[in-house]
Structure formats: C-alpha cells, structure tokens
C-alpha cells in the first residue's frame, strides 16, 4: 500500500492501529516513522478519535 494512502486512512480515522495491520508493521514505532509523525502526536489523535 503506498504511503498517501495510508496517510489519508490514518488523518481520516486517527486509527494507528489499523494503518500499522494494513502495513505489515508488527511494531508501532515503525509505523508511526513511516508516517512521519511524533508517536506522542498519534497516540493522543488516536485516543481523541470515539469510535
């Protein structure tokens, strides 16, 4: 899956851990480098997001 599409899953649901499964990516770091934010900013988008 190429990298704009999964940044815009990512800024449309704020669900690292669904982009990390839709990766491949068995550690959270190597997901949150690949989008090229700080894993504190994705952690708190994440837990804002009420699904």
Same mark, same amino acid.
């Given at each position: 899956?190429?990298? !704009? @599409?999964?940044?815009?899953?990512?800024?449309?649901? /704020?669900?690292?851990?669904?982009?990390? %499964?839709?990766?491949?990516? !068995? @550690?959270?770091?190597?997901?949150?480098?690949?989008? /090229?934010?700080?894993?504190?900013?994705? %952690?708190?988008?994440?837990?804002?997001?009420?699904?």
């Amino acid at each position: 899956m190429r990298r !704009t @599409k999964v940044t815009q899953i990512y800024k449309k649901t /704020g669900n690292l851990r669904a982009v990390q %499964l839709l990766l491949g990516h !068995t @550690k959270m770091d190597s997901t949150v480098r690949y989008l /090229g934010v700080e894993l504190e900013d994705a %952690l708190a988008i994440s837990e804002a997001i009420q699904i």
